[in-house]
């Protein structure tokens, strides 16, 4: 109805986000232009508009039991730090974590294990693995990326997530909308992963730029932290600190790595089971099943409830006063309020969109380019647009799976079907990266202690690098039906590409000296 003006708020938010590197601004001003659009040019009902969506999204039952996840996560995220858990965990991992390139792998690797969710992979990963980082003058930008760049990849494959069960769902809907009972969801799903090209090789690239070379903002930003210890840039602004909220351990020379590993394993094992419980585990449903129909905003819910509790305990046993308790309850809170701001604002974008029929006019628009061979690259730069601009990956799964699907199959037949599946995940994966309003885009910011635009920035190169090779295999998918040998071109192509990056731009803006900085593995630290 709205025509290409239902593109303008989207595009708007994101633009003055990188421009003015004011996020909350950004999102307010596109939300009000969105109103403003949708009221026909009254800047008064442009402004009740603006606010009536900002109180739907809170209010919605999902959105409302999210913000308290978040906050929960936050305060457990503080009690494992005031009680000396993250100190302990540095303490402990010193002696084998001794160089700044085994310190980001270290966070890779904790990126990897922790699957199950995307949220708990950056709070798990984040609180981890940044001292440790931090000592070895790696910068925030840096951090940020390989805690965005593994969280939704790792959650969206697998082999067990909340993300695959919402996936399945979809798919078993779009299923269901069109006769097929012969096929299995699960399996179909399964059969797409060889073509999310987008996810695995985001997984490849942040080993490569960890033990390769960095190139763009990125590269500058190391050589600022490397050269000057300013984990982030002069003027910068992180979305919280931790620190800062919370002030220092106490009883830090007290400090356990059971502090960490307790409150850790309670969020991993009461998230697991609550996904499952929720999802109707104990009335005889497979794991699969539960995750497909599972509770997540009430599962993580109670997994950071129990999180948080746990480190209520270890604060009593380290003879924490009520107070004590009571103010790093208030500053893990603290500590979120940037993230819950965000998000709020972000799903008031998503409303503004659905209002205006953003994504029925970007696929309207290139319904007559459709056709088997262009279908999952078109399929692809549709859902990174769309995720792009409304910042929301589950939302673009959940707009172009009962699409694509059905598209794919009247087309090209049910071989298409998985190829589709893997472009509609892989694009919106795209978006959760790249997009400053993207709530996994924040977390990472957060608990990276990095400035969300700088991280935004920084990450972006890497993120377009990967996404031109997953666009380029997808035009290439109608010559080569085999997803994995195209994966394998693929992953040749990014380490080739990756160095080229690297290299040109190092000769080219830094001197011999700051290269060799730049490669060394061992720096001297306090």
């Known amino acids: 109805m709205f025509g290409i003006w239902s593109i303008v708020p989207p595009l708007v938010a994101v633009a003055l986000a990188i421009l003015t ?16 659009i949708f009221s026909m040019g009254n800047p008064f009902g442009a402004t009740a508009m603006t606010f009536t969506w900002m109180k739907d999204v809170m209010v919605d039952s999902w959105n409302a039991r999210f913000l308290v996840l ?14 000396g858990g993250s100190y302990a965990l540095t303490r402990s991992l010193e002696q084998k974590l001794n160089n700044r390139k085994r310190a980001q792998f ?64 979809l798919i078993a809907a779009a299923f269901v909308s069109m006769s097929m009972v012969e096929t299995q969801p699960y399996f179909a799903f399964l059969s797409s992963i060889q073509w999310n090209f987008y996810s695995i090789l985001s997984l490849v690239a942040v080993p490569l730029f960890i ?11 190391e050589l600022r932290a490397l050269k000057t210890g300013k984990l982030i840039d002069d003027g910068a602004v992180p979305l919280s600190s931790v620190e800062m909220d919370l002030g220092d351990p106490i009883n830090q ?27 109707g585990g104990p009335e005889g449903k497979n794991l699969m099943d539960a995750l497909a129909d599972t509770e997540v905003d009430v599962a993580l819910t109670w997994a950071a409830f129990a999180m ?56 309207g628009a290139t319904e007559s380019w459709m056709s088997p061979a262009l279908l999952p690259f078109l399929i692809f730069v549709i859902c990174m647009f769309i995720s792009f601009s409304t910042g929301t990956s589950w939302g673009t799964m959940a707009i172009m799976t009962p699409i694509g699907i059905p598209l794919a199959f009247s087309i090209g037949g049910a071989s298409l079907i998985p190829v589709i599946i893997g472009s509609i995940f892989a694009g919106a994966i795209f978006g959760d990266h790249c997009s400053p309003i993207s709530d996994t885009t924040v977390m990472a910011s957060i608990f990276a202690g990095s400035d969300h635009i700088a991280h935004v920035k920084t990450q972006m190169p890497y993120a377009v690098l990967v996404a031109g090779i997953s666009a380029v295999l997808y035009l290439l998918s109608s010559f080569i039906r085999i997803g994995w040998l195209l994966l394998i071109i693929g992953i040749v192509a990014l ?17 011999a000296e700051e290269i060799a900085l730049l490669d060394a593995k061992h720096i001297a630290v306090e």
Not at 70 to 83: D, P, T
Not at 136 to 164: C, F, H, N, Q
Request: hydrophobic content about 55%; aromatic content about 14%.
């Open 70 to 83: 978040v906050a929960l996560l936050g305060i457990g995220a503080a009690f494992m730090y005031k009680v």
């Open 211 to 221: 033990f390769g070379k960095d190139f763009g903002p990125m590269a500058t930003a």
């Open 308 to 363: 948080s509790l746990v480190g209520v305990i270890l604060a009593l046993i380290q003879k924490f006063s009520f107070k004590d308790i009571e103010d790093t309850v208030m500053g893990g809170i603290r500590t979120m309020l940037p993230a819950i701001i965000i998000m709020i604002l972000a799903w008031a974008i998503g409303a503004v969109t659905d209002a205006l029929g953003t994504a029925d006019f970007v696929v």
């Open 106 to 169: 270290f966070a890779f690797i904790l990126g990897i294990v922790v699957f199950f969710n995307d949220y708990v992979n950056s709070v798990i990963a984040g609180n981890a693995s940044k001292d440790i980082n931090a000592r070895y003058r790696v910068s925030k930008e840096k951090l940020a990326y390989i805690l965005d760049a593994t969280a939704a990849p790792m959650a969206t494959i697998g082999p067990v997530s909340d993300w695959i069960g919402f996936q399945v769902s």
């Open 495 to 511: 380490v080739v590409l990756s160095r080229i990056l690297g290299s040109r731009y190092q000769k080219k803006h830094f001197s």
């Open 21 to 36: 590197r004011k996020v909350v601004i950004s999102l307010f001003v596109s939300i009000w232009i969105g109103g403003l």
């Open 253 to 279: 020379e007290k400090a356990n790595i059971w502090f960490f590993i307790l409150p850790l394993v309670t969020l991993i094992g009461v998230g697991i089971w609550a996904l499952w419980y929720t999802g």
